[in-house]
């Protein structure tokens, strides 16, 4: 985990991509310098380039009705499709889970799941 002993979700995904030098626990708003002033987490993940189907190396992220991002992970395998991520704030980092076994802990039936490809991996062949 990142400088504080704290890491979450947000951050340890955008870690694993490259966007974040170290695996920190991240706020929102860009109050922490994490993010352009005035942009929050969910602002940042929707301005990078959505896909529609889950490819190896991308975000996965589960939005809430409100259009927040309450959850973010990264796809590291394709068939089946499994899910590195950390579960919520300080909590234990999965490796690879299957997308089915994270939906049943952060989709309460109003949650939708988007893909996004990260700006430093755009261009590999996988994505």
């Known amino acids: 985990m990142g400088r504080g002993g704290a890491s979450n979700c947000i951050g340890t995904a ?13 706020y929102g708003r860009g109050l922490d310098g994490n993010f352009p002033l005035g942009m929050d987490h969910t602002d940042y993940i929707e301005s990078m380039e959505e896909i529609p189907e889950p490819k190896t190396g991308c975000l996965v992220a589960w939005e809430n009705i409100g259009k927040n991002i309450i959850h ?6 394709q068939n089946p499709i499994l899910v590195a991520h950390r579960d919520g704030a ?12 994270v939906n049943e802990t952060y989709d309460a039936g109003n949650v ?3 893909y996004f490809i990260p700006p430093k991996l755009k261009g590999v062949s996988t994505l």
Not at 14 to 26: S, Y
Not at 72 to 77: A, F, H, K, R, T
Request: charged residues 25%.
């Open 14 to 26: 955008l870690f694993l991509v490259g966007e974040q030098p170290t695996d920190d626990f991240i």
């Open 90 to 101: 300080n909590g234990p980092f999965y490796k690879s889970m299957p997308l089915d076994k």
């Open 72 to 77: 973010l992970g990264v796809i590291v395998n």
């Open 112 to 114: 939708r799941i988007r």
